[in-house]
């Protein structure tokens, strides 16, 4: 593996949405989805029934680990720490909010936008630049993502399992990007230390 192993791979996964772009452009389909296995219809159907296990439990659980992620991204945290109380309690409000009133869609764009820049700003303004960029690239993967796979949202709009599927690339994204910035901190913390030894053996010569 390279050095810098998860910004190649990083960087595979943007050409390789470009790619299906392009392809995508001139009339190409790429991404086609059925489901055909009885037990897993009667799951998916089972889920999509039941309003709690729905947004409750599945869609609670799934914003609240990719938000994480992507907050743990921005602050280069390899785990939970005690800074991380200030983005998880009002992430765990946020999904909540977003499970009880999940037909209000505008109300969500604009709650995501505070989520995914206001609150990291308030918590280090200092980073504003990552969290403007971390928030656009999220957006735009999305949104190619999104774009790719129209056919397949169209038809599957109301499967919770289903839709989870078709976004798992996303949520790959979601881990490649922050293991790139935990990868990008171990780096310049690497590269202080080896300045240091050299200064001061230099010093010592």
Known sequence: MPKNKFKVLLITCWVLLGLCLISKMFGANIFTTSAKKEN??????????????RY????????????????????????????????????????????????????????????????????????????IISFGLTFVFQYISMLLKLNQYTMFDNNTIMVFILNIDYYIMFIIYWLYRLEYKN????????EISFSFHFYRS
Request: net charge positive; with cysteine; proline share 3%.
């Open 40 to 53: 897993f219809i009667k799951f998916c159907d089972c889920v999509d029934n039941h309003l709690f296990l």
């Open 56 to 131: 409750g439990i599945i869609n609670l659980t799934i914003n609240i680990i990719s938000s994480s992620l992507y907050y743990m991204a921005i602050f280069q945290e390899p785990k939970f720490s005690k800074r991380a109380l200030l983005w998880f309690i009002p992430l765990i409000i946020y999904a909540i909010i977003k499970s009880i009133f999940y037909n209000a869609k505008v109300v969500f764009y604009v709650l995501d936008i505070v989520m995914m820049v206001g609150l990291p700003l308030l918590i280090d303004y200092k980073r504003w630049l990552v969290i």
């Open 187 to 194: 780096r310049k913390k690497q590269k202080e230390i080896e």
